[in-house]
């Protein structure tokens, strides 16, 4: 199971701080992604990390705004949002991918094999 927390309602400009805990899965066997969905748009890819941490993924929209991080010792991976802007506001989802220890994170939604319930994330402007 993923869960994932930390949305909320912030202005222009805030920051949010995401966090995705797995239960009953070892996360670091698993690449992690985060996506997100706008209401009456279809889900989008927002960034990914390998499974060691070592490599990340953005979309372009989000770069030098969003870090994604993880702490495996936690079960955890995060993702730091900064200088939001309202066309962030969707509701995010973490998501599982569970690839060899060398392999490239997806950024395809279909690629992935769990998913947590999703939490919004409301900008004002």
């Known amino acids: 199971q993923l869960q994932a927390s930390g949305g909320g309602l912030v202005q222009a400009g805030g920051s949010l701080r995401l966090s995705c805990v797995a239960s009953?899965?070892?996360?670091?066997?698993?690449?992690m992604g985060w996506f997100r969905q706008a209401p009456g748009k279809e889900r989008e890819f927002v960034a990914a990390?390998?499974?060691?941490?070592?490599?990340?993924y953005y979309v372009d929209s989000v770069k030098g705004r969003f870090t994604i991080s993880r702490d495996n010792a936690k079960n955890t991976v995060y993702l730091q949002m900064n200088n939001l802007k309202p066309e962030d506001t969707a509701v995010y989802f973490c998501?599982?991918?569970?690839?060899?220890?060398?392999?490239?994170?997806?950024?395809?939604?279909?690629?992935?094999?769990?998913w947590g319930r999703g939490t919004q994330v409301t900008v004002s402007s």
């Open positions: 990390i390998s499974r060691g941490g070592g490599r990340e």
């Open positions: 998501a599982a991918d569970r690839i060899i220890q060398s392999a490239v994170p997806s950024m395809m939604s279909s690629d992935y094999d769990y």
């Open positions: 009953g899965r070892t996360l670091s066997q698993y690449a």
